[in-house]
């Protein structure tokens, strides 16, 4: 069916301010054929089903908006972890920054080194769950990601990783418009834990594919913050094996436009899927959670726990689906997206779905909105606690269960630390 005039114009508009990077022959040819996707599904729009609660056009257009670069004395995260840095700077892998990658102790190379060459593992992973995570709710702007990205990482996992890989994104330039496309492979019982952190751009788009085989284990921790005015769209494709396990968390504090996908398929019976995020935002700040999973073999687990704090006229999204092939019995799939609203001007768009068509399965979904308890506000204020220090303590408790979600403890303060110095800094 022929694109609507608007929205060919508008995707013709963009994809003539880009040129498709070179590379070797496997490379070229998934980047023509995500190409031929885009052109024919066309870049988001405002009538798109999955668009109608956030706004496209500043990720689409032509040219990124300036986003102010933002400089404070907080302290940048994951500094004190034993960990493996790859850093990117607008877009552009600083190697100088970045730790040696061939001393790494796991087979990681820059993308696009490893996109020149003619054979490579990757060839059989890049674009494959972008493109199979496309059916049935097309996602324009990871395709896009796959034409067009230049850079990104390859990493490949045969054991367990000691130290977890650090993705550091830089932002430098007031009108950067970056894209990175990182290929993850853990083999039969691998583990490895990915780091990410920093505002990349002033726009940014990413894309991760994430494939985890039979009795392997990924754990991804991200932090989104810093740079205001930035804009991202987010993609995480992961595909599960066998008694895998893939957890997911995301913290957003800031940003003017945030969209984070994540599309998983569990492939293989008893695996295990958590996707998790808590996100705060102040006055100009509009963040998307947008996540489906599907079921597609026996005894699987999936959780979505989604928590939002919101204040000053900020707008949270969740868009969250559920689908449970035929062959997918004893499913248990668990879904909750909560806001806490902190005045009357903020606003939740939620969008939760189940979609079964297995018969013995364990599925539910939930999202509530609501201002602080003014029950247990009372509680903590009749015990001496000062009133902001109790708002503060009755946020931190309904981000709990998504910070929960992280299983190295660790990490999981790291988190809880810099969740505190939010909402000190935002304190009225």
């Not at 984070?260 to 998790?276: F, K, Q, R, Y």
């Not at 248990?332 to 939740?348: E, K, M, N």
Request: hydrophobic residues 45%; proline residues 4%.
């Amino acid at each position: 069916m022929a694109l609507p005039q608007v929205k060919l114009d508008a995707t013709e508009a963009r994809l003539a301010a880009l040129a498709l990077p070179a590379g070797g022959s496997w490379i070229t040819a998934a980047r023509e054929a995500a190409l031929a996707r885009v052109r024919e599904m066309g870049l988001p729009g405002r009538r798109d089903e999955y668009w109608k609660f956030t706004r496209p056009d500043t990720l689409v257009q032509p040219e990124a908006p300036k986003a102010a670069l933002f400089s404070h004395d907080e302290a940048m995260p994951f500094l004190d972890l034993d960990r493996i840095c790859v850093v990117f700077v607008d877009g552009v892998f600083d190697e100088e920054a970045s730790d040696d990658l061939g001393a790494a102790g796991i087979e990681i190379e820059r993308l696009a080194i490893a996109g020149a060459q003619d054979i490579h593992w990757a060839r059989d992973l890049y674009g494959k769950l972008e493109e199979a995570g496309q059916n049935p709710v097309m996602r324009p702007l990871a395709a896009l990601n796959t034409a067009f990205a230049t850079d990104g990482v390859a990493i490949r996992v045969t054991g367990k990783a000691e130290k977890p890989v650090s993705l550091v994104y830089h932002h430098r330039s007031e009108t950067s418009d970056a894209m990175l496309h990182h290929v993850i492979r853990l083999e039969q019982g691998a583990e490895l834990t990915v780091l990410e952190n920093g505002p990349a751009a002033a726009r940014f788009n990413k894309v991760m594919e994430v494939d985890v085989a039979d009795g392997a284990t990924f754990h991804h921790v991200r932090t989104q913050g810093r740079d205001h005015e930035r804009r991202a769209a987010t993609h995480i494709f992961a595909r599960l094996g066998t008694e895998s396990v893939f957890k997911s968390f995301t913290m957003t504090a800031n940003g003017v436009m945030t969209r984070n996908e994540c599309v998983i398929e569990l492939t293989g019976d008893d695996a295990v899927a958590h996707v998790a995020g808590a996100a705060m935002g102040d006055g100009d700040f509009h963040h998307d959670d947008t996540v489906f999973i599907t079921h597609d073999a026996v005894n699987c687990e999936s959780r979505q726990v989604f928590k939002k704090v919101l204040r000053n006229g900020a707008t949270g999204v969740f868009q969250g689906k559920i689908l449970v092939q035929p062959e997918a019995q004893k499913t248990d799939g668990y879904q909750i997206s909560q806001s806490l609203l902190l005045d009357d001007d903020s606003t939740f768009l939620a969008k939760p779905e189940l979609e079964i068509y297995a018969d013995d399965v364990a599925c539910s979904h939930g999202s509530t909105t609501g201002a602080i308890d003014e029950d247990m506000l009372f509680y903590l204020r009749a015990r001496g606690v000062p009133l902001k220090r109790a708002q503060d303590l009755l946020v931190l408790a309904f981000l709990a269960e998504a910070v929960e979600e992280i299983e190295n403890p660790a990490l999981r303060e790291s988190i809880t630390v810099r969740l505190q110095g939010w909402l000190e800094r935002h304190s009225h």
